[in-house]
């Protein structure tokens, strides 16, 4: 396991390809589909694919991509299961953009209990202070309300409205002191 990071609540750790039980269930998400994309991954191997080419050629290629969070259990029942996985939080690097962008997905069941804006908060900070950024982007659809309502929580400030991948998106910044 390659720990990014761990809060109070949340361990954050790089993708392996035993994950792609859980990416079928996220990226098959009806808000994940709505707000952020329809991936096409269906089965197993699909989403092998999908974090071979992603997450995992992200790491190799820009030291960072999108990464598993897992909520710490109070009482593990076993070694093996010291966390639930909920979501992904991370930074990716687009072509279309000119800066790494912070993105994140979580299961419905583990929305607006206050995960995403830990996980992203601890990606912030944790990407600023590895990677010597001094500013990271982020998009969101202009109907995903939460979203952009975190990102004006985390101190991203709007910048512009942008076409990406032929929709409408919001273009937040968030820029270091």
Do not use: W
């Amino acid at each position: 396991m390659s720990l990014i990071c761990e809060t109070a609540h949340l361990i954050i750790r790089r993708f392996t390809v035993q994950d792609a039980q859980f990416i079928v269930q996220l990226l098959n998400d009806k808000s994940f589909i709505r707000y952020i994309a329809d991936k096409q991954v269906r089965s197993v191997a699909d989403a092998e694919n999908y974090l071979t080419n992603g997450p995992l050629a992200s790491y190799h290629t820009h030291g960072f991509g999108l990464n598993m969070v897992l909520l710490k259990n109070a009482t593990p029942r076993s070694i093996n299961e010291p966390a639930t996985p909920i979501g992904m939080c991370g930074l990716l690097k687009r072509p279309e953009l000119s800066l790494p962008d912070l993105g994140f997905a979580f299961l419905p069941a583990f929305c607006g209990q206050a995960y995403a804006r830990e996980a992203a908060a601890a990606v912030l900070s944790q990407a600023i202070q590895t990677y010597n950024l001094r500013t990271v982007l982020a998009v969101t659809k202009p109907d995903n309300l939460r979203s952009n309502a975190l990102l004006l929580k985390l101190g991203f400030a709007f910048k512009d409205n942008i076409s990406l991948y032929g929709a409408e998106n919001k273009l937040y910044q968030y820029q270091t002191a």
